[in-house]
């Protein structure tokens, strides 16, 4: 099961709307098959594996890390690929909450004879599966807060420089983050003061993710970087209704109206879009302000800090905005994951507390 959710995760990023699932296939003490959810989210990681397989799947027992779907979509379903196969039995790391499947795709197997094993792995695959369960159970994406910070918490100097805070190995995880991603959000002021591209670069042809940035009055500036590769990446524009979106849609950017309050848009509204137009994992490197704007309204569930050895003082940018907190008691709380070391950096993962 751990080299189906290895497998799984190099679907990371790529599959949505679908789940990035992991399928192995063992017959005789031997592994037959291996698949993954493929880009795009088709093929499936069970008809992946089986393929790869072929005869030697019957009487075999099979891993992955999700519940077989049991609905036909754009392909049939994969319990019903499991049962053509004629498999021994499947192991199930965890149910999917679908509506369309939910328990169905076990009932499916085993009403065919198949066994049927739930529960291997729950936690990891549960981890791996945050942003399509959440899509699913809560109608939001996981969000994951990226700061690359001064050891004092600042992201930029008085005078506004902050290229570069960290070091070029950080960056480059903070690329490989990006790739595990469906989306990448940023704000207006990101965007008007450095004009970045926010796709994965150094990793190959790949899917990159969604570019989506939140702008109450799209004041953003029609010759920024990001609207001139559309056909490569999407521009995906969380907006006020009442805006004017013309100049950008003329470029190829997505207009997605959300309503505002105060000459702010509604970033719960924003996270229910983007949930709705498929994405399950939004990765935010805006700065201070939509930090914490996301933060006020309790949708990061992972921050990612990177951390360097520099001090920039009280008069530079702090990493997060204004939270309007008065008691500690009320400040949003998270528990580290992991800490490690990153070339003259250091890297912190932090999971929202329960």
Request: proline share 5%; glycine share 12%; net charge positive.
């Amino acid at each position: 099961m751990r080299m189906a959710l290895t497998l799984g995760r190099r679907g990371m990023g790529l599959t949505w709307p679908n789940p990035a699932v992991g399928c192995v296939i063992v017959n005789g003490g031997r592994i037959v098959g291996r698949g993954w959810t493929a880009a795009g989210g088709r093929p499936h990681a069970e008809v992946a594996a089986l393929a790869q397989a072929g005869g030697a799947a019957k009487g075999a027992t099979v891993y992955v890390t999700l519940e077989p779907c049991a609905h036909t979509g754009q392909t049939p379903p994969c319990a019903h690929a499991l049962i053509t196969a004629q498999t021994a039995r499947v192991v199930i790391a965890s149910r999917d909450p679908d509506p369309r499947v939910d328990g169905r795709g076990i009932a499916m197997l085993r009403a065919a004879g198949v066994a049927v094993d739930i529960g291997v792995c729950r936690d990891e695959a549960e981890r791996d599966h945050a942003g399509f369960l959440r899509k699913i159970s809560h109608g939001l994406p996981y969000i994951t807060l990226k700061l690359a910070t001064t050891v004092d918490g600042r992201i930029a100097t008085r005078t506004g420089d902050s290229q570069w805070i960290t070091g070029p190995i950080a960056r480059r995880a903070v690329h490989a983050l990006r790739a595990r991603h469906d989306a990448v959000m940023v704000g207006a002021g990101t965007v008007r003061a450095d004009d970045p591209q926010l796709t994965v670069r150094g990793m190959g042809r790949r899917r990159q993710p969604v570019r989506v940035v939140v702008s109450h009055a799209l004041n953003l500036p029609v010759n920024a970087g990001m609207f001139a590769s559309t056909a490569q990446a999407p521009v995906w524009l969380c907006h006020d209704p009442t805006a004017t979106t013309t100049a950008f849609t003329d470029m190829g950017a997505v207009s997605v109206p959300c309503a505002s309050a105060n000459d702010q848009v509604d970033l719960r509204l924003v996270a229910s879009a983007l949930a709705e137009k498929g994405i399950t994992r939004v990765f935010c490197e805006g700065g201070g302000a939509l930090a914490g704007s996301l933060l006020q309204a309790g949708l990061v569930n992972r921050l990612e800090v990177f951390q360097a050895g520099k001090a920039i003082g009280g008069d530079g940018t702090p990493a997060v905005g204004a939270l309007n907190i008065d008691g500690l008691a009320d400040a949003p709380r998270f528990t580290c994951a992991a800490h490690q070391r990153i070339g003259p950096d250091v890297w912190t993962s932090w999971d929202i507390s329960s």
